[in-house]
């Protein structure tokens, strides 16, 4: 007896080294997206005054990138179902590579618009499959934090970009910033970017995709490298069953059991934007400006940011399938919106020259990190069929993008014509609706499988 169990204890190390090492491959893609989104944030005031930017280029120059990712999103599902979760990842990559060198050589604004469109057509398409990616692949019991890798890879690109950042606008003075620095910061992305290609070539292809084109005989080595031999055969079967209803359509997203879930996954994608997250990533080094502090501190004080972000991410991928989705929805959008709150007063009163500003962008950032950042991301890629999972997560990640794009344009005219009191006021607001959004309609998801995670939707008789 003793033997079996070990035999299985060791068979199950086996399948979740497999298992975790691809996930990590596949959520390289979550690198290049907070590489990209966050490289921006050490560039945008040399390109102001490179290219002599208003306010409203300067949200242009920051959410164009955006642009790309909704297009890339929505098409997503359509192009993952019909080529296969790999090869749209393996585009995505190349597009990347594309976006960044374009971004660093143009000579005009509109030049480097394009390009980080183009860029963008890959960030989106990786946001939405990493994590899709990895849900389809993962053990239930384990799945909460192999997804959660595709946002703590987002946190690592976000948190490398800004040591990278500082280093290049160190290598001259501030001629050679506005000049050339801004080139060489979007241009290190090609890095990341060939590193994620070539390693795409190493993963096998999600195993429910495999058995949704009927090729279920090739699915059945992947499962059985997770699973084992008895689980792996009652996979294939669990899944097979799933797909035995009525083929996946836009229209039956709206059926009156898949509603509830588009509503889940669509409100939770726009709130995670609305709260401010990515106007305080984007424009740190802007924001610690407005309370006093020069460029070069500003940089510091935003790797801070970076460094927070990093950390309590991986306190997020300790807990999630411990304490659950839900509670640290809760949890972490509560605090975020203490935070925001003092935040604007602290902006309103004037109380800006000392520590109090960032400590609670900190903790904010903290929330954010252990909460709606992965946990976002987790509940999307979970939450719906696997007939539809493909076109429903494109479209609560296009939701998530298109208000990503809202806030990223807005903050800049907002910053200087409301102030940041009311602007991250009006972000304490949404997180207050957060947290009761989550309270009323998420259900806990943690330790189930899929196909039991779809039953939740099932209509009631």
Not at 57 to 65: D, F, P
Not at 112 to 128: E, H, K, N, P, V
Not at 237 to 254: M, P, T, V, Y
Not at 291 to 296: K, P
Request: glycine fraction near 10%; charge should be positive.
């Amino acid at each position: 007896m003793s033997s079996n169990i070990q035999e299985q204890n060791e068979q199950q190390k086996v399948s979740m080294k497999f298992v975790t090492l691809v996930s990590i491959v596949a959520a390289l893609g979550g690198l290049l997206f907070g590489f990209d989104t966050a490289v921006v944030s050490g560039a945008i005031g040399f390109m102001k005054d490179r290219f002599d930017l208003s306010e409203f280029q300067v949200g242009w120059a920051v959410s164009s990138l955006i642009i790309g990712c909704i297009v890339g999103a929505l098409s997503t599902g359509v192009l993952s179902d019909k080529f296969g979760r790999k090869k749209i990842l393996i585009t995505a990559a190349i597009l990347f590579i594309i976006g960044s060198v374009g971004s660093a050589i143009p000579g005009t604004f509109s030049g480097f618009i394009i390009a980080r469109m183009i860029g963008g057509l890959g960030i989106g398409i990786t946001s939405t499959l990493s994590p899709l990616y990895n849900a389809e692949i993962a053990p239930a019991k384990y799945r909460g934090r192999l997804v959660a890798l595709n946002q703590l890879a987002t946190v690592t690109g976000i948190f490398l970009v800004y040591f990278t950042n500082l280093w290049i606008s160190n290598l001259g003075d501030a001629a050679w910033d506005v000049s050339t620095a801004w080139r060489w910061m979007f241009a290190s992305g090609v890095i990341p970017g060939i590193l994620f290609l070539v390693l795409l070539f190493l993963v096998p292809e999600s195993p429910r995709w495999l058995i949704k084109q009927g090729r279920a005989a090739e699915s059945l080595p992947i499962l059985l490298r997770i699973h084992g031999e008895e689980l792996a055969k009652q996979e294939v079967l669990d899944i097979k069953e799933s797909f035995k209803q009525e083929k996946g359509s836009f229209r039956q997203l709206f059926s009156p059991g898949l509603r509830m879930a588009m509503i889940v996954g669509v409100g939770l994608a726009i709130l995670q934007q609305v709260t401010g997250i990515n106007a305080v990533m984007y424009y740190a080094p802007e924001i610690f400006k407005e309370t006093g502090a020069g460029t070069n501190a500003a940089l510091i004080q935003t790797i801070l940011v970076g460094l927070i972000n990093f950390l309590f991410t991986i306190l997020a991928i300790w807990l999630i399938d411990k304490v659950g989705r839900k509670v640290l929805l809760l949890v972490g959008s509560s605090a975020m919106t203490i935070c925001l709150a003092v935040i604007g007063i602290a902006f309103q009163t004037g109380h800006t020259s000392g520590p109090l500003v960032l400590i609670f962008i900190l903790i904010y950032v903290a929330a954010f990190a252990v909460s709606l950042g992965p946990v976002v991301w987790v509940v999307i890629s979970e939450i719906f069929p696997n007939r539809v999972r493909g076109i429903a997560t494109s479209i609560a990640s296009m939701a998530l993008w298109a208000a990503d794009y809202v806030v990223s344009q807005a903050f800049p005219p907002m910053l200087a014509s409301a102030g940041p009191a009311i602007t991250f006021w009006i972000f304490g607001i949404m997180s207050l609706i957060t947290f009761f959004f989550t309270l009323r309609v998420i259900p806990e998801t943690k330790g189930k499988s899929l196909e039991d995670i779809e039953s939740l939707w099932a209509p009631k008789a």
